[in-house]
C-alpha cells in the first residue's frame, strides 16, 4: 500500500522566517510527488517532481525530491501571512492497476503571524 | 489552463436521501476523473477512479453500492451518495487528468442531517 508521511503536521512562524516542509513516501512504481497548497476549497498545485536533485522553484517556493532517500522538501523562504495553508504532498504511482493514482499526506498545517 | 467545475458547491441534504454530484472538465476531454473525500483536518482520501464508458474502480474500504459513479462522456462524471448518513458529511473533491497531470474541482461540501 502505497504510503506518504508528511511533517512537521503543524508549524507556526513569523513573516519573514523560512520553512521546510517534509514529505518521504512509499510508492509502487513511482512516477512523480507533487506538492499543493489548500485553502478552503480544493488544493491547488504548486510542483510537480520526477527526477531526483533538480530543484524547481517559483518565487519565494523551491522543492526538491531524493529518489534515492525517498522524500522531498519544500521551502519557503521570506514567509508572508498570505503562505499559511495546509500543504499538501502526494505521490503518484501504479499499484498494479492501469490507472495511475494519487496518494496523499495528511498535509502540514503552516501559520504564519504578522 | 485546464478548468474543472463541480456542481453544486454546497449540499445539505437529509438523512437517508441520494446527493448527485458533478464533476465536469470544461475546456478539455478527461477519460479519467478521479473522486476524493476529506473530513475536517484529514488529507484527501481517494475514493474511485472513473473511466469514461466504464465501470469505475473503487479503493478499498469504499462502498460501490452507496457511491454510484457514471462517467458517461469525456467531459462529466458524476458521484450519487444513496442514502446519505451524517456520516457521509464530507468534503467531495474531483479531479480529471489531462497528460498525466490532475486537475481539481473546487470541491463539493456535504452536509447530511
Known amino acids: 500500500e502505497d504510503k506518504v508521511v508528511q511533517s512537521p503536521l503543524s508549524l507556526v512562524v513569523h513573516e519573514g522566517d523560512t520553512v521546510t516542509l517534509n514529505c518521504s513516501y512509499e510508492v509502487t512504481n513511482f512516477r512523480s510527488l507533487l506538492w499543493y497548497k489548500q485553502e478552503k476549497k480544493a488544493p491547488t498545485f504548486l510542483f510537480m517532481l520526477?527526477?531526483?536533485?533538480i530543484e524547481k522553484k517559483s518565487g519565494r517556493l523551491s522543492s526538491i525530491l531524493d529518489k534515492k532517500e525517498l522524500f522531498s522538501i519544500l521551502n519557503i523562504t521570506a514567509t508572508q501571512t498570505g503562505d499559511s495553508a495546509v500543504y499538501l504532498c502526494?505521490?503518484?504511482?501504479?499499484?498494479?492497476?492501469?490507472?495511475?493514482?494519487?496518494?496523499f499526506g495528511k498535509g502540514t498545517l503552516l501559520t504564519v503571524n504578522p | 489552463g485546464a478548468v474543472v467545475s463541480q456542481h453544486p458547491s454546497r449540499v445539505i441534504c437529509k438523512s437517508g436521501t441520494s446527493v448527485k454530484i458533478e464533476c465536469r472538465s470544461l475546456d478539455f476531454q478527461a477519460t479519467t476523473m478521479f473522486w476524493y473525500r476529506q473530513f475536517p483536518k484529514q488529507s484527501l482520501m481517494l475514493m474511485a477512479t472513473s473511466n469514461e464508458g466504464s465501470k469505475a474502480t473503487y479503493e478499498q474500504g469504499v462502498e460501490k453500492d452507496k457511491f454510484l459513479i457514471n462517467h458517461a462522456s469525456l467531459t462529466l462524471s458524476t458521484l450519487t451518495v444513496t442514502s446519505a448518513h451524517p456520516e457521509d458529511s464530507s468534503f467531495y473533491i474531483c479531479?480529471?487528468?489531462?497528460?498525466?497531470?490532475?486537475?481539481f474541482g473546487p470541491g463539493t461540501r456535504l452536509t447530511v442531517t
Open positions: 502526494a505521490v503518484e504511482g501504479d499499484s498494479g492497476g492501469s490507472n495511475y493514482k494519487l496518494t
Open positions: 479531479s480529471a487528468t489531462l497528460a498525466y497531470e490532475q486537475y
Open positions: 520526477t527526477s531526483s536533485g
